[in-house]
């Protein structure tokens, strides 16, 4: 699985825009980026993934560069409730990645009111 | 939505013992992990199983053994609990895929062995 580097904490204000860069400058034409985020004392939350194109579901907005080599999560209205690590994954097809998570050191995001 | 629950949120047992750590998920996902997570080791994976009765290694077994009976169930199991097994343990499943594999996790057991 290829590289990522993400900034090692960010402060987000209450309700709003909460933009999370990663890069992934090695990535190849066959893998995905994906976004999990850790509250505090909980398992880690799937949020978002995404190949070429960007992705929005309801928790998120993932927007990929078009060289993919560098991605941002956006997490629209941020809350309190947002506070949490954030890890960017770079993955490939079952069968090369071994099916495992492997994450980085990821983004401590702390929302403030 | 996607529940695995985990049998214990805290857990404290001696050294020596037997523990049994049990992983429920409730969307009949194939696949099923269990992974132990500590402070400036990130998440390290312990074994994996893909169907029932199926289990593989992953990076971390020494000390560990699992099974899974039933397509629901993956329990992991500590035969002899050691103090360097205290840690968080997280049981993950997603869903069989070729090209993309989200997992979905529980809210962990954080184990203290004495």
């Known amino acids: 699985d290829a590289k990522t580097t993400q900034p090692t904490s960010m402060d987000c204000a209450e309700g709003r825009a909460a933009n999370l860069p990663c890069n992934h400058s090695?990535?190849?034409?066959?893998?995905?980026v994906y976004w999990y985020r850790q509250i505090h004392s909980q398992g880690p939350q799937y949020i978002i993934h995404?190949?070429?194109n960007n992705e929005t579901n309801e928790m998120a907005s993932l927007i990929i560069t078009e060289d993919r080599k560098s991605s941002t999560l956006i997490l629209p209205h941020a809350t309190l409730r947002d506070t949490a690590v954030y890890y960017c994954?770079?993955?490939?097809?079952?069968?090369?990645?071994?099916?495992?998570?492997?994450f980085g050191g990821g983004t401590r995001v702390l929302v403030k009111p | 939505d996607v529940k695995v629950t985990q049998s214990s949120r805290y857990l404290v047992k001696r050294t020596g013992e037997k523990v049994f750590l049990e992983c429920v998920q409730d969307?009949?996902?194939?696949?099923m992990f269990w992974y132990r997570q500590d402070p400036g080791l990130g998440l390290r994976l312990i074994y994996f199983?893909?169907?029932?009765?199926?289990?593989e290694k992953g990076d971390i077994p020494e000390g560990y053994s699992v099974s899974r009976e039933k397509k629901e169930r993956f329990s992991l199991i500590l035969e002899s609990a050691s103090t360097n097994q205290t840690s968080m343990y997280l049981c993950?499943?997603?869903?069989?895929?070729?090209?993309?594999?989200?997992?979905?996790f529980g809210p962990g057991t954080r184990l203290t062995v004495l």
């Open positions: 993950a499943s997603s869903p069989p895929g070729q090209f993309t594999d989200t997992q979905y």
């Open positions: 090695t990535i190849s034409g066959n893998e995905y």
């Open positions: 995404g190949l070429k």
């Open positions: 994954i770079v993955r490939g097809a079952w069968e090369a990645a071994g099916n495992k998570l492997t």
């Open positions: 969307m009949d996902h194939e696949n």
């Open positions: 199983s893909y169907d029932v009765k199926m289990k």
